[in-house]
Every structure is written in structure tokens, then in C-alpha cells.
């Protein structure tokens, strides 16, 4: 399993054409004819909303970006919202608003309060050290250390909110989501129990606010 991880994490490569990071603002701000402002649902700086799950794009690496809106495009990523809009762009539009989101500032930890949540207990080992009985690597692995992804295709993961990370561990678990390379994604998500998925995504959405594994 580990072989496989190295050779995932090693193997891929893409080089996007020129993009203009201006032009992506202005779309993501305004949308274009067929295209609705990406704030509407991303956040004015590309946060996410953590109580609907859209998912941050902030700091994303280019060129994951540029492949998950091609994905949603030919239909090889589902997502009822997103696969009209992505049709709808051009592989201009595509490449502008993938410079523009990698370009803003992505996740920093706020700071600590409260009480760590009990149900977030397995997410700090899961994240950094996997659970090799059951043979599920760490998510660092691949998306790097602290979870803050590692260019061009493992996109960060810390600072996601937990309902977006959440429904897309479900969704390779289930194969309507399938566009992960080699199938890395489905073969961890495929290992892993409702309350794996549950402690990660809480772990991931703030690792200041639930703590270090022991």
C-alpha cells in the first residue's frame, strides 16, 4: 500500500496554460453569462461556508483547480451545482479562476478556544499517522505536512469545512465521486468506519481546536 502511495504521489504532472489571475477575480466575483459569482457559495475570499460545506478553494494548488472544474465539465466529477457552471466556462475562464483562487492566502489556524470535541478523538491519528491495521495511511502522506497540501495535485485539506470533507470520503466510499488518481482516494475511504470519517473531518475542519495525537 505504501508503494502505491509513493508512486501516486510522484507520478503526476500537468502544466496549465497561460491564465490571468485578474480576469478570474472579476469572474468570481461577478460570474459571466451562464456563470454565477463564485462568492455566492465560496466565500468572498474563497473560504467556504462551513455551515452549507462548500469547500474552501483559497490556496488550492493551480492545477488541482483547473482538473476538478474540467472534471465537473465532462462529467467525471457529479456535483448537480457545479457541473452547469463548469460547462459553462471556457478553458480560459477555467485556467483564470484556478490562478486567481490559488493566488489568495489559504487556511491559518484561528486561535484555540474552548474545549476539544471528543468526537474529533482518532482524527489527529488518523490525519498524521494513519491506521495501518487496517491498512488506511495518514492523510499528510500525500497532502502533506499539516494537511496543507502539496502542488499540483494533492489539494490542502486542513481548514475544509468537516461537512465538505465529510461528503466526499462518503462519496468515493460509494464511487459517485471517482476521479481520484489510480483510485488512491476510493481505496483509503473504502477502509474506513462512519466514525473514522466523522473524527477526521471534525480534526481537519481546525487541527488547533481538537488537539495532537498522542
Known amino acids: 500500500m505504501l508503494g502505491i502511495l509513493l508512486i501516486a504521489c510522484a ?3 500537468l502544466n496549465p496554460a497561460h491564465a490571468d489571475s485578474r480576469a478570474g477575480a472579476t469572474l468570481a466575483q461577478q460570474g459571466g453569462s451562464g456563470i454565477s459569482a463564485c462568492v455566492s457559495c465560496h466565500g468572498a475570499r474563497g473560504e467556504g461556508q462551513a455551515a452549507t460545506g462548500f469547500p474552501r478553494l483559497a490556496g488550492q494548488p ?7 472544474m474540467q472534471a465537473f465539465a465532462d462529467g467525471t466529477r457529479k456535483n448537480p451545482m457545479m457541473e452547469p457552471i463548469a460547462r459553462a466556462l471556457s478553458a480560459q475562464q477555467m485556467r483564470d479562476l484556478a490562478d486567481h483562487y490559488a493566488g489568495l492566502p489559504g487556511w491559518s ?7 476539544p470535541d471528543p468526537a474529533a478523538a482518532p ?3 488518523l490525519a498524521t499517522a494513519g491506521n495501518w491495521d487496517k491498512e488506511i495511511p495518514a492523510c499528510f502522506a500525500c497532502h502533506g505536512p499539516g494537511g496543507a497540501g502539496i502542488a499540483p495535485h494533492f489539494p490542502a485539506i486542513t481548514g475544509q469545512p468537516r461537512a465538505y470533507t465529510r461528503t466526499q470520503l462518503k462519496a468515493w466510499q460509494a464511487g459517485t465521486r471517482s476521479n481520484d488518481s489510480q483510485g488512491l482516494m476510493k481505496s483509503v475511504a473504502d477502509r474506513m468506519t462512519d466514525a473514522d470519517i466523522e473524527a477526521v473531518s471534525l480534526y ?6 481538537t488537539g495532537r495525537s498522542e
Do not use: D, M
Not at 493551480?62 to 476538478?68: D, E, G, I, P, W
Not at 481537519?204 to 481546536?209: G, Q, R, T, V
Open 204 to 209: 481537519l475542519e481546525n487541527p488547533a481546536a
Open 62 to 68: 493551480q492545477a488541482y483547480l483547473l482538473r476538478q
Open 11 to 13: 507520478s503526476l504532472g
Open 109 to 115: 489556524a484561528p486561535v484555540k478556544t474552548g474545549s
Open 123 to 125: 482524527g489527529p491519528r
